[in-house]
């Protein structure tokens, strides 16, 4: 079975929601310090949303929302019990007491980044090949 049969399968996951997750939103910078000292307690407490090709973050009555393509990089912070998505211009850390639910959640926002990146690779093919249709 090839990787993209594996994704495309992973991909068919509606929405992934997580209660009780500590986020914080930094300059990409300012990351490195954010992890020092007490930083969960300066951190927001709510809830994370994975639907189709968005992140959602909702605390009280805000919502704070990241496009999975535009993700640079991800990494795991096991020694703070956290993990950082890297995007351009600004970096998201999450921390949660399940650690092994945060890194659930980063293997599936990486198997979504294939498969969006697999998919969009296949409608621009397709563009070319329909003399100039679009297919979404």
Avoid: P
Avoid at 20 to 45: I, K, P
Avoid at 106 to 121: C, E, H, K, T, V
């Amino acid at each position: 079975m090839s990787i993209y049969k594996k994704v495309r399968t992973v991909g068919m996951v509606n929405l992934i929601h997580k209660s009780d997750v500590y986020f914080d939103v930094t300059d990409t910078e300012v990351g490195e310090l954010a992890l020092t000292g007490n930083a969960v307690e300066r951190m927001h407490h709510g809830e994370i949303y994975i639907y189709l090709d968005q992140i959602y973050l909702h605390e009280g009555n805000r919502w704070y929302k990241a496009n999975i393509k535009d993700i640079k990089d991800i990494k795991s912070l096991a020694s703070h019990k956290q993990i950082r998505i890297h995007f351009l211009n600004f970096d998201l850390i999450l921390f949660s007491k399940d650690y092994s639910h945060l890194l659930a959640l980063r293997d599936f926002l990486y198997l979504s980044q294939i498969n969006i990146m697999a998919n969009n690779f296949m409608i621009s093919d397709l563009k070319t090949l329909g003399g100039g249709h679009e297919y979404r």
